[in-house]
């Protein structure tokens, strides 16, 4: 009976559809009309203003040829002192002052054309005030006046001018014609194609009438037969679904439920009906479920979805997932309509797969370092573990958007060696692992040295490794004593120069790109002037206060390429690489006279100065290090023997 109940419903909706579209049609007839109305009316009005625009420019076209013959007659006049020509040219400004009167009043509702009238006006006021009085003297028997006149109008262009501006405004109101014109012809044409619609929709909607009368009969019969057919169809697919269908009234007892639904409760069909969904429900689960679905009652959610734990006949757990459709008649509910599905393995699947989550999370929390994740191809971080807020500053989930943002960047000193680790890594073999050393800025600005050793994790389509897991820890202290180190072995402490050891080795290194590059490189070699004479008088704390003023100097003076040392006690050197003899001369010059004018305090109050000997050698094709050293020293041996506090070249 239900569904015949819903074939008459679907009749009389289909009734109420067809009388809605006769509605609808008979309401676009209407509005064809009105509009077709509003048309012919929008053509009376263009009609009237096409009139005003051709009398507009009929007056634009008098006023162009009246100011033109005041001014022609006015200078036949100068030719011929014939007296008409003055009366010509006074009638004609005369009939220009009236002509634009009437174009005035006729403009005067278009802001625009009132804007441009103004010009106009200006120009014709100015021809008028110039030529009346001269015309007036001519009458007299001055035609001077009338030629000066002529002169001045001509010395302003303003014939010229008013005729352009003329000629402007025709413009401006033939193209306002060209238009007005086009919308009446358009106005006529969407009138006609109004009417002839409104004449074709008319018809249809008679035809179309009487077709549904006599055929609506016919269809509600087959339609109630096709309703039935389906009603049984829909039974048999209920019961034979896999999914469970069910329903119940408001207050969640079952009133229906399919054998696919019977079974999964292992209870009968008799045990089931009447009964309240609440009862097969985990007990612990039975008041989330209830506050749910009254939730969905009481905001009348058509379908809403849920997923709980039942408990079966045979006293067994599953879970099904059911999505619930409120059942409505006459907008009322009156029941709730389900689609449950058993969902019991994927519970199970997702327990496990939370387990091994927990799992793999209290071995990323427990691991000393920070463990990660990165992808190579895209550039950016997959997991991070906690570690790295102590290491880095950074929380986990921070990680990839300071990337993003420029914020955690590798150090400009490591960036190559990173970006060739990571394409070595794109083709490691599985298992492998690599290690590397470099510098990530901490979230507070400061550098911190990793040691990370990475593996591929995972592989792209091509075969080649796209992301790795790797373990970065902190080595930080560990750089910085080997740094510390490495300094101490290579510098001297007191003036923070070369020792002659590593300078040694980069004057080897620095000659030996000057021959690859057959470039110069220039040597000096100096001392300070008596300074076991200082340590004597002034103490050995004297002398390492001018030792450390040296260094100084000499580090101020030099650029970023050249190396400097102190080979021991005074002597120092410094080598200049793509420099010749005398750009060495000059830089040997400057710490000359930079250290001579250094005054240097005793505990007694007095002060001491001291001054230091130079020599300089440039290199030559083929040179050893040994040799450039020597020639060096012979320089500086030359302005010892010349009277110190000097520099000499080698020649």
Sequence with gaps: MGWFRRAETYSVTASAKIKAGFGAGFAVLLGICIAAVLQTLQWDETSRAVAHTNEVIERIEELSFQSKDADDAARRYLVTLDRLDLARSREALSQTKERHSEL?????????ELEAGAGIAALIDAQVSTMLPALATAGSGDSGAVKNALLALDARGLGPRLRAALLDVETEERKQLRVRTQTQRDTAGLSRILFTFAS??????IVVAGWKTSSDQNKRGEMQRALAAKEEQYRRVVELAGDMIFRTDVEGRFSFCNPSMLSLLRFSKAEVMGRSYLKFIRQD???????????QHARKQKSSYFEFPIVDG???????????????????????QGIARDITERKRTEAELEKSRNFVQRIAATTPGILYV???????NIFSNREVISVLGYKPEEIQPAVEAGQLIFHPDDQAAMNAHHESMRHAQDGEVRKIEYRVRHKNGHWVWLMGRQTPFERGADGLVKQIVGIAQDVTDRRAAQDKLTWQANYDALTGLSNRHHFWTGLQALMRRAAIEQSGISLCLFDVDHFKEINDRY?????????????????????????????GGDEFCFALPRTDGDEC???????RERLATLAFGMESGSTFSVTATFGVAESAPEMESKEL???ADRALYRAKSAGRNRVVIDV
């Design 104 to 112: 005035e009043a006729m403009i005067a509702d278009s802001s625009s």
């Design 200 to 205: 074709v929709l008319s018809l249809s909607l």
């Design 285 to 295: 689960k039975r008041r989330r479920v209830e506050r749910f679905y009254i939730r």
């Design 314 to 336: 045979h006293g067994r757990e599953r879970w099904v997932g059911q999505n619930v459709q409120l059942i409505v008649e006459d907008d009322t509910i009156t029941g709730f």
């Design 374 to 380: 990165h992808d190579i191809v895209e550039r950016r």
């Design 539 to 567: 103490g050995h704390a004297a002398g390492d206060e001018v030792l450390e003023a040296i260094g100084n100097i000499v580090r101020a003076e030099l650029r970023p390429i050249d190396v400097a040392a102190r080979l």
């Design 585 to 591: 001369a000059r830089a040997a010059e400057r710490v």
């Design 629 to 631: 050293m020597e020639a």
